[in-house]
């Protein structure tokens, strides 16, 4: 038995390479729980580098057949026993220090559920995305700002099912329906601290967000009605939201089910370039 108090689910489907990259992120001054979540992969590479990297100790849970990686994350949750969490794509990287310092803060706040900070995307872009300082369901309703890659107390995913969709396949769009049961239960976060980076997203033309755009006004529709009671109190959690009142105008007409164009994230990216920001979702 593991006596580790994080562990590190990571989903992997043919990341080749990317995964000993993922992998090797993870350095801590603590023991820390590492579970590669195989999510059916074919490719010949990847397959080779996960034989070899449970050769190197690292538990390899392989899936019978790709589910997408919120089964994935989830079926690692449950064969996992550490008191935190973290989710982190084996095409991403964790910073160093970071488990441990997320770990400490909700060590010390056991009323919060999830830890966080901001987050570096880089690879076909580079920009520094700031995640707001606490769950705020007003924005999540619209957009994704927080950072996929968070600390999660186990108690609290497995009370909420994990990123599990009632049997509905979400490409993408997990994560955004776990932190939208936090806000419906009142789940409180914590940040790490304005600029503090914690994980470094990559960001490549196979990304299965990038994919994912192409299908936001269905996958939102899905959300809506995942989420119906959250959805049906917008006017209540508008007037609790600390966003300013043009950022609570502007959020109806520039997110929710609005087709996402390929071309909006270069712009969007190109505008905090020099510090003109709305938003910091998807």
Request: aromatic letters at 8%; proline letters at 6%; a positive charge.
């Amino acid at each position: 038995m593991s006596t580790a108090r994080i562990a590190v689910l990571m989903p992997c489907f043919d990341e080749g390479d990317l995964l000993l990259e993922s992998v090797a992120s993870v350095r801590e001054q603590e023991p820390v729980e590492i579970l590669v979540i195989d999510d059916a992969s074919s490719n010949s590479r990847t397959l080779e580098l996960l034989e070899r990297l449970e050769g190197e100790g690292v538990t390899v849970l392989r899936q019978p057949s790709n589910a997408g990686p919120g089964a994935a994350r989830t079926a690692g949750l449950h064969a996992t026993r550490a008191e935190y969490v973290f989710s982190l794509d084996a095409d991403d990287l964790v910073e160093p220090g970071m488990l441990a310092r997320m770990a400490t803060l909700l060590d010390g706040r056991p009323e919060a559920g999830v830890a966080y900070g901001d987050h570096q995307e880089f690879g076909d872009g580079e920009v520094l995305r700031r995640a707001p300082e606490r769950i705020d369901p007003f924005r999540l309703l619209y957009v994704f700002e927080y950072p996929p890659a968070a600390l999660f107390r186990r108690s609290v995913l497995e009370r909420l099912g994990g990123w599990e969709a009632e049997g509905i396949r979400l490409p993408a769009y997990e994560d955004w329906h776990l932190w939208l049961k936090l806000a419906e239960h009142g789940v409180q976060g914590v940040h790490v601290g304005p600029g503090v980076i914690t994980y470094r997203r990559r960001l490549h033309g196979d990304r299965l967000l990038t994919r994912a755009r192409k299908q936001h006004r269905s996958l939102y529709r899905t959300l809506r009605r995942l989420h119906p009671a959250l959805f049906a109190q917008v006017g209540q959690h508008r007037r609790a939201s600390d966003l300013s009142t043009r950022r609570k105008l502007l959020y109806p007409i520039v997110y929710g089910g609005r087709p996402k164009f390929s071309f909006e994230h270069r712009i969007r990216v190109a505008l905090e370039r020099h510090g003109l920001r709305i938003s910091g979702g998807p």
